[in-house]
């Protein structure tokens, strides 16, 4: 079974600019759920979708958006990227939420770099 | 909101001896999960916990989780230089219900 996709893995940027990253989660899972790791805050929540509905969001301004499609594939959008957006963006799925204590299975991340 | 603090923050052993990482909970604990994580790469599931007193073992790592449900322990038996990463534990607590995550734990194993 393979497990969560996220792409690009690398990717370089500067400021101002915007960002889409994409995931792919695990056949059959439809709750995907978007983290942002950095050595100073390490793992962040960003946002959860189910269903193509967003249930949850983190605390992250506006500039951060997703999305879910009807076969559970995810994208997150960054607009207007800060030096402060430089971070492993991180993709997890699961059959359920977090409630259902169903785990969550991670991808490989996003490194994304802002000059 | 709830917060997982881990302890040790790094860790070094040789080979071949045992180790314990804590997790410790500001509130109760009604799933704790524990993942590691290489440097730059996703988390990998190791274990989940969900009742109190209960304990779970894969190969040479066990983690437990008390009787109060706010501490788990991950413990690692005979390590080796696979056991190296980032261990991280993370619990249902969030003001959204999202997963929290502990700052980690960094393990390095000497040959």
């Known amino acids: 079974k393979a497990g969560v996709t996220q792409t690009p893995r690398y990717l370089i940027k500067t400021r101002g600019q915007q960002v889409t990253l994409s995931c792919s989660p695990i056949?059959?899972?439809?709750?995907v759920s978007w983290y942002q790791q950095t050595p100073g805050q390490g793992l962040q929540f960003l946002f959860e979708?189910?269903?193509?509905?967003?249930?949850n969001k983190g605390n992250f301004p506006g500039r951060f958006s997703g999305r879910q499609f009807s076969n559970s594939r995810s994208e997150m959008n960054v607009s207007t990227l800060e030096l402060g957006d430089s971070a492993l963006y991180l993709c997890?799925?699961?059959?359920?939420?977090?409630?259902?204590?169903?785990?969550?299975?991670f991808g490989d991340g996003t490194r994304l770099s802002i000059l | 909101s709830q917060e997982l603090e881990q302890s040790p923050q790094s860790l070094i052993v040789q080979e071949g001896k045992n180790l314990t990482i804590n997790c410790t909970s500001s509130?109760?604990?009604?799933?704790l999960y524990w993942y590691k994580q290489k440097y730059g790469e996703g988390l990998i599931f190791l274990m989940m916990?969900?009742?109190?007193?209960e304990e779970k073992s894969h190969e040479k790592i066990t983690a437990k989780l008390d009787e109060k449900k706010q501490q788990s322990s991950l413990h690692i038996t005979a390590s080796q230089p696979s056991h190296a990463g980032i261990y991280l534990c993370?619990?249902?607590?969030?003001?959204?219900?999202?997963?929290?995550f502990g700052k980690g734990t960094k393990l390095s194993v000497k040959p």
């Open positions: 056949s059959g899972h439809r709750s």
């Open positions: 979708y189910f269903s193509e509905t967003q249930r």
């Open positions: 997890a799925s699961s059959l359920g939420s977090p409630y259902s204590n169903q785990p969550q299975h």
């Open positions: 993370g619990a249902v607590g969030g003001s959204q219900g999202n997963l929290i």
């Open positions: 509130k109760t604990l009604y799933g």
């Open positions: 916990l969900q009742k109190g007193g």
